[in-house]
């Protein structure tokens, strides 16, 4: 996903900003205050430290993040402190690195474009689900971070918070495959209403005209994406007809019941939850699609801003020869929904799956919606019998962890999921599709022996 935005800001472009916004409402600035408590009071207050959000240790995602944006906390959760994402912090990066933007998280979770940190996803774009910081407001924290990062003083120039220009720009999308490695299956635009979760289904054809075997999964969205799935079918009868946009939500948030129903026919096949993902199987395994395969393209997006938001997706299945797959990989799609989490309490639920068959596991990954603090998955059955062999803490970029060796398990042996809920809402939450609802889901991926 490419977006264009510029880090550096040229003379020439702020002044065309200033002439373009000069119209619009001043907001007073103080511009002998500090810079960091500028960025405090008109950025991180008004937009981050708020409540479900990083307000404190309180709010359901804290353990995710363990980060906290309340005034008086703020810079020491920020200055040179390591960040939990794993990409980020592989890569050397801190939350705010002095003098380094490039190097410091903050930055990059403000800014869709993608292309400017070599194309990694470092998880969702902040403000989550809700409108993006203009321009101006990125320019004077990148220029802060360069200027040092001090808690005192004023480093960035305060001008800058009143330039309203929107930092997204045109979406671009995946490159397509060349011809014979691959296919791409696209949603055009589509737009979000304010205050709303958008989900629907498109029924398209991969365009495949034999049998082909998956091994690679490219995915890239706009901003607001609570997941994208590619679903396949249990039964081919009576599906729905191709290129029709069937949303899951009728424009007052009551179910489209037919939509609904349509759902309890869907087989996971591929997607996720990151706006930029790019997924290779284990050598020597691939996901067999047959000829002239058709997918239910699932699309969930969440505005909680106050302007329409713009949804666009595109996926990339990659293809390798049958002389190259070994093991042709079957599903994993093991839900608990028997979910009843009592409010302003941690609830833990286990649920236990078997295989009929001899088994080897080779990937895994899981879902839950906001509530869910820590997904563990264990064995089930045999001398592994309770052996956990997946963590994962972040609810919206869950682990997807390859394993070598395979997992094996025997016939009638298993997977157990062990998920912390922290409901931190008045009301009791139970299973269900919008994000204020929860799910429990092993996905993964395995072979028969």
Known sequence: ????????????????????????????IDVNAASFDLIQDKILTKNCAISGCHASESDGTYAQHKLVLAKGKSYKNLFEIDPT?????????????????????????????????????YGAVMPLGSDLLPEGQIEFIRRWIEAGAPETGNVADPSLLNDTTPSAATFTGLPVPAAGTGYQMTLDKF?????????????KPLGNTETVYVNRMQISMRPGSHHFILYGFRNNVNLAPLNQVRDLRNSDGSYNLVTFAQMGNHVFNFGGSEANSDYTFPEGTAV???????????????????????????????????????????????GNQNLNLPPKQRTVLTKDFTFDKNV????????????GEKFEILIKGGARNGEVVYTSTNWEHPEKINYAPFISLKKGEGLTSRITYNNTSDQTVRFGLTTEDEMGIIFGYYYEE
């Open 191 to 203: 737009e979000v209403a304010p205050n709303f979760e958008r989900e629907f289904f498109v029924r």
């Open 360 to 371: 080897k596991i080779v990937m895994l990954f899981s879902h839950t919606h906001k509530y």
């Open 288 to 334: 067999e699609v047959p000829a002239n395969a058709t997918f239910d393209m699932n699309s969930h997006y969440y505005n909680k801003g106050t302007k329409a938001l713009s949804g666009e997706v595109d996926i990339n299945l990659y293809t390798t020869k049958k002389e190259n797959v070994k093991n042709v990989l079957k599903v994993i799609d093991f």
């Open 1 to 28: 996903m490419k977006f264009t935005f510029l880090a550096a800001f040229s003379t020439a472009a702020i002044l065309t900003s200033t002439l373009m916004h000069s119209c619009a409402p001043k907001e007073v």
């Open 85 to 121: 994402n794993v990409g980020a912090k592989q890569d050397g990066f801190k939350r705010v690195k002095a003098f380094k933007s490039l190097e410091s998280l903050f930055y990059h979770k403000l800014i869709y474009d993608n292309s400017h940190h070599n194309g990694k996803s």
